[in-house]
């Protein structure tokens, strides 16, 4: 029980603190709604039932870092259990006797006591993890464009957060153990402060009574003082990972971009060159992140020695927007001059702006000075694994290609080795620049008709460029060929009036190009109708299913794995197997591993049916150690295939064929005429004894 001084200065202290409170969640505001867009509140109303269990279990950091994301778990439990602690103990400093009844009482104390433990032990193993042990992954190298405050500044905000959070914590358990002490019994079940609590049994009455004080404005005093740092700390995250789960516009698929207006005069900026180019929910990832650079250890091109580090993107954007000084009114940020884009979905129906708003608080520094260096934005192969990997939700890839847009469309500046991947899309439809006329010479012998010739086919099959151009991937097309033939499928392709997707236009930046060729093929996809696409690249899948729907085009798009399983499934594959008969002589050998296509797997989630197809073919198969949703990449999405990689330690398709040769398998399997290329470009460097071969072709042995 307070003293009548002690109740109106900590009355006083707590006006103090919401009055500081208000401002700083006030400038917050003015920040994150200065970017493009506005949030649809309706969506966390959808959401609420599944983010809520999520949230509470720490569900998404479990998926990396097992241990460490334990302890995380028993920090953030207990500190949010700290929200009624520290309520109730304001009121029973206030009113006295206040205390829960029965067993509610019990349980309340019971948790609280737990909790606290768990708190403590979690803080003490994360401080000595920082401070001891030091670990790389915690850091990032020196190579790294980071802002000149973060390097330090990221240990004094750990140091600060960690002190707090223990010494909180630690003086609320302290001040119980002296109440029961005191009163020589504990309130409600409280076995560790009534073990700490004989810590005590020396002490004279008036000394536990002035520990019990002390302990009380410790604990909530730290958190009176905390709060005005708190919006600039990483804890703030507290915050804004729920809303983050809770907020971000809806997507198809982690890599589905949206679509800009070229038709719209008013227009001034295309991509994201400022912040105040960026949506609001990308400038709300800088306050949602926690600086454990879990992005910055899946990244391909940061493990593979290159200067990206998405970690390091957000920490700048984080630090930038620290310095801020808020009071420019947030009703002045929508300006006449915005720029519209209908086809942008997950913003409660409110085209996306792209245009720099007037009156924003955000700064006009560039992106590429203070957050992220244009040799960092090409080496991104936008494989969409810091995505994936976020545990608060957070999209630094879709920075990344947005600030591309804005290099390509507004400055011309991009790799001069993109150039003939540009100009084959823009003269021949395809970036190998191979003539339409020749689309089809893949196909001579096979049985393989056109829409012209089979019109209205149960599935289109969209073969794709690779297939229909280059002479490996061609292996693969006339293999599934085979297999759609040996299946009876009633099937057709569009020949000569297939065109690109555009997929390798848009991840370079170049979205003119993409909304070209988008908008021809959807009016032939249209024309044609189909009931059914399949695709044996991912990267034509995920742009037919994903990106297309914005230029009018809603297709049912499978891949080639997936319609091979349907068919083993439904008994119209009949294969060669060990157990019935020898395998062909023309048979490979049957240990593999297989690799996941990036746009495959994180993109589109399929996982099982490739190795569903495998299993079938008895093959055996041997998971490399980073498979499925973990999956490496192979180093050539994000256009990367058009271009020399940037400079690093190593090359990423280098790494990944190394993780396969490890597996002791002789055949590493694939699904994508990308992963195929930069895979057995690996292989032969390593002397080609390994064999590179897509699932189709191993199928298609077993016909």
């Known amino acids: 029980m307070l003293t009548l001084v002690e109740k109106v200065l900590f009355g006083l202290a707590v006006v103090a603190t919401l009055a500081a409170a208000y401002f700083a969640v006030k400038r917050l505001i003015s920040i994150i709604t200065g970017g493009q867009g506005k949030a649809d509140w309706r969506l966390a109303l959808e ?107 990221i240990r004094r905000d750990s140091a600060i957060v960690g002190g707090f959070v223990l010494l909180h914590v630690g003086s609320r358990f302290l001040g119980e153990s002296f109440a029961v002490a005191a009163q020589g019994h504990a309130d409600g079940w409280q076995p560790a402060a009534s073990a700490a609590a004989g810590l005590w049994s020396g002490w004279s009455p008036q000394a536990l009574v002035i520990g019990q004080h002390a302990a009380f404005w410790l604990a909530l005093g730290l958190i009176l003082a905390f709060i005005p740092y708190f919006p600039y700390s990483k804890h703030v995250h507290l915050f804004f990972a729920p809303l983050n789960f809770l907020l971000k516009p809806e997507r198809r698929s982690i890599g589905e971009l949206s679509r800009l207006d070229f038709e719209d005069e008013g227009v001034t900026q295309f991509g994201a060159a400022k912040l105040a180019d960026l949506g609001w929910e990308q400038i709300m990832d800088a306050y949602a992140c926690i600086m454990c650079f879990r992005c910055q250890e899946v990244c391909p091109a940061y493990g593979t020695g290159k200067v990206l580090s998405p970690a390091a993107l957000e920490i700048n954007k984080r630090y930038l927007l620290n310095t801020v000084e808020a009071g420019l009114a947030v009703s002045h940020r929508r300006a006449e001059h915005s720029i519209r884009c209908p086809g942008v979905r997950g913003t409660n129906g409110v085209p996306a702006r792209l245009g720099r708003p007037q009156g924003s608080p955000l700064p006009d520094t560039p992106l590429t000075e203070f957050a992220i260096p244009e040799e960092a934005i090409w080496a991104c192969t936008s494989c969409g694994a810091c995505v994936d990997i976020c545990p608060v939700h957070n999209e630094p890839m879709r920075d990344i290609l947005d600030i591309r847009r804005a290099l390509v469309l507004m400055e011309n500046a991009f790799p001069k080795q993109l150039e003939t991947a540009f100009r084959g899309m823009e003269r021949t439809a395809n970036p190998w620049n191979i003539s339409p006329a020749e689309r089809m010479k893949w196909a001579e012998g096979l049985k393989v008709p056109t829409v012209v010739q089979n019109p209205g086919p149960d599935i289109l099959w969209w073969v794709g460029c690779a297939p229909a151009t280059d002479a490996r991937a061609q292996k693969t097309a006339q293999a599934f ?223």
Not at 90 to 110: D, Q
Not at 136 to 142: A, D, H, I, P, V
């Open 481 to 703: 060929a085979k297999i759609l033939n040996a299946a009876g499928v009633n099937f057709a392709v569009l020949g000569q009036r297939e065109q690109c997707t555009g997929d390798s236009a848009r991840r370079a930046g170049n979205e003119y190009l993409f909304n070209e060729l988008a908008t021809a093929n959807v009016e032939i996809l249209n024309s044609v109708k189909p009931k059914r696409i399949v695709t044996t690249c991912p990267h034509c899948l995920h742009t037919l299913k994903n990106e297309y729907p914005a230029f009018g085009g809603n297709y049912e798009v499978v891949h080639h794995t997936q319609l091979i399983n349907e068919l083993i499934g439904a008994g119209k594959l009949q294969l060669w197997l060990r157990n019935r008969q020898p395998l062909s002589v023309n048979s490979h050998a049957s240990r593999i591993t297989y690799h996941d296509p990036c746009y495959l797997g994180r993109h589109n989630k399929v996982f099982a049916e490739p190795r569903e197809v495998l299993k079938a073919a008895q093959l055996d198969l041997t998971e490399m150690p980073r498979h499925a949703a973990k999956s490496f990449c192979c180093g050539a999405g994000g256009a990367q295939m058009w271009k020399e990689e940037e400079h690093g330690t190593t090359n990423v398709n280098k790494a990944r064929f190394a993780e396969a040769k490890a597996t002791g398998a002789e055949t590493l399997a694939v699904g994508c005429p990308f992963c195929m290329v930069m895979l057995t470009d690996a292989s032969k460097a390593d002397g080609g004894e390994i064999q590179v071969r897509d699932v189709a072709e191993l199928v298609a042995d077993r016909l």
């Open 47 to 153: 959401r609420l039932a599944v983010v809520l269990p999520k949230i509470a279990t720490f569900q998404p950091l479990f998926r990396f870092r097992p241990l460490t994301s334990l302890f995380h778990a028993l920090v953030g439990w207990g500190f949010g259990f700290y929200l009624l602690v520290n309520l109730l103990d304001v009121a029973r400093g206030y009113l006295p006797g206040f205390e829960i009844p029965g067993m509610a009482g019990n349980v309340y104390h019971l948790l609280a006591d737990v909790l606290s433990v768990g708190v403590l032990v979690g803080m003490t193993f994360f401080l000595v993890r920082r401070f001891v042990f030091r670990p790389g992954n915690l850091s990032t190298r020196e190579s790294t464009l980071l802002h000149p405050k973060a390097r330090a500044g």
